[in-house]
């Protein structure tokens, strides 16, 4: 991990090609152009950028940043493992995995440091498609000819998905509604 201070500007540009990655990466026809190692690695250096955007919380990033940050930094060590694995698992395991870059997609573009405002326009159209994606994931749930990766994958969208008491954010105000409608 690289000692060099974070600034926003940073954190703004760095989220932004994580999105654009992980949404080429989920498209099938992407499949064939790059290497499972080389994904993975990209995904390492992800989750080290994460690791350092924590420092960047603040009265305006909400009580929740430093708690996303973290999740999203381990979130990624784990499907970089699932990546490097994934040619060995069945088709429709693997097409399960690839969709996990979009949930990530989702994650990360969402997270803000502007918590409180809708300032950040990126974040707050982000946050409107994690909705939809996230009941499109929801329907996934029961598919068992995709156990256990499905089990993990699971395991991991619930994690990244969560809110945190007391912290008014919008992404913890549409998690805490989220997970009433869930029920
Ligand atoms: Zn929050």
Redesign the pocket.
Known sequence: MSEEPVDASDFTQVRADMVLTFHKWSHPMFEAGITREVMAMAMYDMANDFEKFQQLANEET????VE?CKRVTESLHVIAKVVELIDNLPLRARVSALNMFNVLADQIGRLTLH?YTEEDEFSVIMREKAKSETYRWHLRFSDPACEPMQKTLTEYWEYLHF??AG???????W?YQLQNELK
């Open positions: 909400g009580l929740c940043f996303r918590g809110f945190l912290c008014s954010c919008y992404n913890c105000k998690e």
